[in-house]
């Protein structure tokens, strides 16, 4: 029983390349939210996707970041041309269909940008 | 605007102490409650969570909650850790009915032998 896959698990860019993160949901799950993790922080809630829809992104960046779910394949989180302050942990969690389901993580994308 | 605090940022115990993590939400409405741990390299697994009913809520590995409705708390504890339990601990809440989850800022447990 996979659980959640994201990958990869560490990500090297420099600055101004772009990044993008993956994440397989477990098997039957059609919710997925993306979560950013700095430094010494909690995890802070970033977009929440349905199959083909954005839900909520309010804690989205305005510029240069994107997330897509797709009818076939995985979500996909974009940064573009990036910077250092974007070097983070990135997590995404998917569920069933809510209210009231848990969240399973997956084990993170590490982006380091030098 | 909805907030979840975890006021402990290290804590350091002996095995087989007792432990307590405090979490302090904030939040007017009904709200689902939970208790992640993330040990060194892994992703966050769900400890325990509150949905409803009965206020003190039994999770995995010996951890428990309270959810204490008048106080806006919901503290982890457990009456005797093992050296196993080494990790960063996360308090989550959200609104009934939405998904999207507020975190604490963690508390990052050491257990010495």
């Known amino acids: 029983n996979a659980g959640v896959m994201q990958n990869p698990r560490h990500l090297v860019r420099r600055r101004g390349q772009e990044a993008r993160l993956r994440c397989s949901p477990m098997?039957?799950?059609?919710?997925v939210y993306w979560y950013r993790q700095l430094p010494e922080e909690g995890l802070k809630f970033m977009v929440y996707l349905q199959k083909e829809n954005i839900i909520d992104e309010s804690g989205m960046p305005k510029e240069r970041f994107s997330a897509e779910f797709p009818k076939e394949g995985p979500s996909i989180l974009r940064i573009q041309q990036v910077v250092r302050g974007d070097s983070a942990a990135y997590f995404c969690a998917t569920s069933l269909r809510p209210p009231n389901t848990e969240a399973f993580f997956g084990q993170g994308t590490r982006l380091t940008v030098v | 605007a909805q907030s979840v605090s975890q006021h402990n940022h290290h804590v350091i115990l002996s095995e087989a102490a007792s432990l307590e993590l405090g979490c302090n939400y904030s939040y007017g409405g009904t709200v689902n409650l939970f208790w992640y741990v993330q040990y060194p390299g892994q992703h966050l697994q769900l400890l325990l969570k509150?949905?409803?009913?009965?206020?003190l809520v039994k999770g995995i590995k010996g951890f428990e909650a309270e959810f204490i409705k008048s106080k806006f708390s919901f503290n982890l504890r457990k009456p005797s850790v093992q050296w196993s339990d080494t990790a960063e601990y996360f308090c989550a809440g959200g609104p009934r009915g939405n998904e999207k989850l507020t975190f604490g800022t963690g508390t990052r447990l050491t257990i010495i032998p």
């Open positions: 509150y949905f409803s009913g009965d206020p």
């Open positions: 098997k039957g799950h059609s919710h």
